[in-house]
T-cell receptor, first 112, second 113 residues
Framework: KQEVTQIPAALSVPEGENLVLNCSFTDSAIYNLQWFRQDPGKGLTSLLLIQSSQREQTSGRLNASLDKSSGRSTLYIAASQPGDSATYLCAVWNSGNTPLVFGKGTRLSVIA | EADIYQTPRYLVIGTGKKITLECSQTMGHDKMYWYQQDPGMELHLIHYSYGVNSTEKGDLSSESTVSRIRTEHFPLTLESARPSHTSQYLC????????????FGPGTRLTVL
């Protein structure tokens, strides 16, 4: 059974720092991997989707990488801002017809 | 931007009442999902559907029921609300094939007194 782990569970950084959030999964036979952002009391916002054949995706200050063989993905946030404060969740698809498996998230606080 | 809607956004209701949480999407997605999430806690999948007349139970046992009569609509019903049902309910959808990117609605925060 696929398990997704996110480390650290919480992270606090000063504004302007570059930071990396980690996601690991136990079954490397994934279809794709998706990173989300969730603000308190809100729904999830899709940030980046990486297909299994891809190594990375970029959107603005965000860059997500995928290493299927080692069962790892990282989300890199450049020049962090207080508005980046949120919980970041990683989720994997094992095939096109199974539900996403989510990690528990990393709660990020960017201090001005 | 994802076109997935949930109503109501907030609901406070007494024990024993029947409630239906609405979820609609205009993207023509075949797959739809319901998640339950307590504040600060992880997501739990409670129901999903891969198309009209298809519904499946998720990982977390739930006393709720769902129906999928139309592609765009996936309502969740609680026949008799209890305080233990107090939580946030999130609806999501994705295409059946292709990239399978999943989109979420804004959520319904339910409080049962």
């Amino acid at each position: 059974k696929q398990e997704v782990t996110q480390i650290p569970a919480a992270l606090s950084v000063p504004e302007g720092e570059n930071l990396v959030l980690n996601c690991s999964f136990t079954d490397s036979a994934i279809y794709n991997l998706q990173w989300f952002r969730q603000d308190p009391g809100k729904g999830l916002t899709s940030l980046l989707l990486i297909q299994s054949s891809q190594r990375e995706q970029t959107s603005g200050r965000l860059n997500a990488s995928l290493d299927k063989s080692s069962g790892r993905s990282t989300l890199y946030i450049a020049a962090s801002q207080p508005g980046d404060s949120a919980t970041y969740l990683c989720a994997v698809w094992n095939s096109g017809n199974t539900p996403l498996v989510f990690g528990k998230g990393t709660r990020l606080s960017v201090i001005a | 931007e994802a076109d997935i809607y949930q109503t109501p956004r907030y609901l406070v209701i007494g024990t024993g009442k029947k409630i239906t949480l609405e979820c609609s999407q205009t993207m023509g997605h075949d797959k739809m999902y319901w998640y339950q999430q307590d504040p600060g806690m992880e997501l739990h999948l409670i129901h999903y559907s891969y198309g009209v007349n298809s519904t499946e139970k998720g990982d977390l046992s739930s006393e709720s029921t769902v129906s999928r009569i139309r592609t765009e609509h996936f309502p969740l019903t609680l026949e008799s609300a209890r305080p233990s049902h107090t939580s946030q309910y999130l609806c999501a959808s994705s295409e059946l094939a292709g990239g399978n990117e999943q989109f979420f609605g804004p959520g319904t925060r339910l409080t049962v007194l």
